[in-house]
């Protein structure tokens, strides 16, 4: 599900991540890229509603835990957010190399921060940023990364 998306509302933004999830397979990478208040956590709490979680509405960051784990849905859904690390060496004490390609999907948030532990194949780049319109407008750029 590759391209350049537009979306006007939470809601938007909300049902294009439901989509993406809907085809997404365990081992799934999805880096997921913004400044502060872009609409990453939004755009989660849609992914997370698209694999059946139950009450995806609850998603929210991880900023202070760095990881909630969401089950109950075709596939679980482990949602990073790697903003307070200081460096991957952290990102690895905590066992985020663990997650990666296991029986569910993670969604990280801050990816660049852990940019060395990443695939470099078949991770999924979501690019979340606003936009000149109005307040909820975003432009959403997916790219699977294939090599």
């Known amino acids: 599900m590759d391209g350049v998306f537009l ?3 939470a809601e938007e933004t909300r049902a294009l991540a439901e989509k993406l999830a809907s085809e997404a397979q365990a081992g ?3 880096a997921l890229h ?3 208040g872009a609409g990453k956590t939004v755009f989660a709490g849609g992914f997370a509603k698209g694999l059946g979680v139950p009450y995806p509405e609850d998603v929210v960051s991880p900023t202070y835990t760095l990881l909630q784990v969401h089950e109950g849905g075709r596939l679980p859904l482990y949602h990073f957010d790697v903003y307070r690390l200081e460096d991957e060496e952290e990102a690895a004490e905590i066992g985020l ?3 990666l390609f296991g029986s569910g999907v993670c969604l990280i ?3 660049s921060r852990v940019e060395g532990l990443l695939p470099e194949a078949g ?3 979501v690019r979340i940023s606003r936009t000149a319109g109005g307040f909820d407008d975003r432009e959403i750029t997916i ?5």
Do not use: C
């Not at 790219?143 to 090599?147: A, D, G, R, S, W």
């Open 123 to 125: 991770r999924i780049d």
């Open 97 to 99: 190399d663990e997650y």
């Open 143 to 147: 790219k699977k990364i294939q090599e």
């Open 109 to 111: 948030e801050w990816p």
């Open 34 to 36: 913004g400044d502060l």
């Open 7 to 9: 979306t006007h509302s």
């Open 28 to 30: 799934d990478v999805v």
